[in-house]
């Protein structure tokens, strides 16, 4: 069933049609919302947050975009609205991985580490200064950055998820990615030198 036949079908009040829908992007929701919050059960909140926004909205859906990128548009949001209601942080990866690993990895959202009892007290502070550098970027260049590098979404996509041009896209991470070098060697040089 194509994406505007799963969207006729809901339309017309067919909950096997819902169901499928949520069964086909549960995972894509739910991995957006823990890529910008950071905790699970919250991002389990968030995911039949934007569930329910969907099966109120579905009859906004137009089709000039994918249903996948309609979804991601939802999840961001909700994300947002969730971190400036609540003021939750997210934790990435370990800074060594992001600045000194492979040049465009990926940011897996397995690799949260704050909180974690095992994982090492420097690893822990590493994390939690760069997810407080994420934070300190213009809201646009966090949405690219995480679109990125936790959905590893291309540019394209990650242009029509937020309604910009491929080129602003491209500005965006490139800023998103000096603000945290510049951001992370200040803290870097004031901690340990």
């Known amino acids: 069933m194509t994406d505007q ?9 067919n909950q ?27 991002a389990e909140d968030l995911s039949q947050d934007v569930f329910i926004e969907i099966y109120r909205s579905v009859h906004k859906f137009r089709g000039d975009a994918k249903l996948s990128t309609w979804l991601y548009r939802i999840s961001v949001n909700k994300s947002l609205n969730y971190i400036r209601d609540h003021k939750k942080h997210h934790i990435v990866r370990s800074l060594e991985r992001f600045f000194y690993g492979e040049k465009e990895e990926r940011l897996e959202v397995e690799d949260y580490i704050f909180g974690s009892a095992d994982a090492p007290m420097e690893q822990q502070q590493h994390a939690q200064e760069l997810h407080e550098a994420i934070q300190k970027l213009p809201e646009n260049q966090q949405i690219a950055f995480n679109l990125n590098k936790f959905e590893d979404l291309p540019y394209k996509q990650i242009a029509e998820v937020m309604a910009v041009s491929l080129s602003t896209v491209e500005s965006l991470i490139h800023r998103a990615k000096k603000n945290l070098q510049k951001n992370l060697a200040d803290y870097y040089r004031e901690n340990f030198n």
């Open 5 to 13: 036949e799963l969207i006729e079908q809901i339309l017309s009040g």
């Open 16 to 42: 096997t049609a819902f169901r499928q829908l949520v069964n086909q992007y549960q995972v894509l929701v739910f991995n957006t919302c823990l890529g910008f919050v950071g905790n699970r059960q919250s």
